[in-house]
């Protein structure tokens, strides 16, 4: 199992970027797929997810309105658009898989709540004027 996120890089305040995750070893069919990311001083925290099983999609609610999780199943890659992109936004954020989407009461800690089980080294994006 591997997943690989790219994409990331510098861009101005209120800009964009899409990350792509291309994804090895198994079907998008049979789980979710989830970003999560790092910002600088502080925890982890998961902001999108998509399981094309059942269509549901969870956006963390600092990210709704801004970015956009999709799936393509036959290149087995997920992609996250980010607009209006924020210097807050700016960390490393990594694809990963999940057994499921969160849903309307989002918790923390993915591993034990969601089955996250792989990810990736992630990809930098640095918003900033």
């Known amino acids: 199992v591997q997943l690989q996120a790219s994409g990331g890089g510098l861009v101005q305040p209120g800009g964009s970027l899409r990350l792509s995750c291309a994804a090895s070893?198994?079907?998008?069919?049979?789980?979710?797929i989830g970003w999560f990311r790092h910002r600088p001083g502080k925890e982890r925290e998961g902001i999108s997810c998509?399981?094309?099983?059942?269509?549901?999609?969870f956006y963390r609610d600092s990210v709704k309105g801004r970015f956009t999780i999709s799936g393509d199943n036959a290149k087995n890659t997920v992609y996250l658009q980010m607009d209006n992109l924020k210097p807050e936004d700016t960390g490393r954020y990594h694809c990963?898989?999940?057994?499921?989407?969160?849903?309307?009461?989002?918790?923390?800690?993915?591993?034990?709540?969601?089955?996250?089980?792989?990810w990736g080294r992630g990809t930098l994006v640095t918003v900033s004027s």
């Open positions: 990963t898989r999940l057994e499921r989407c969160p849903g309307s009461n989002p918790r923390d800690h993915w591993e034990a709540n969601y089955g996250m089980d792989y």
């Open positions: 070893g198994f079907s998008l069919d049979a789980y979710a």
């Open positions: 998509i399981s094309s099983s059942d269509g549901r999609t």
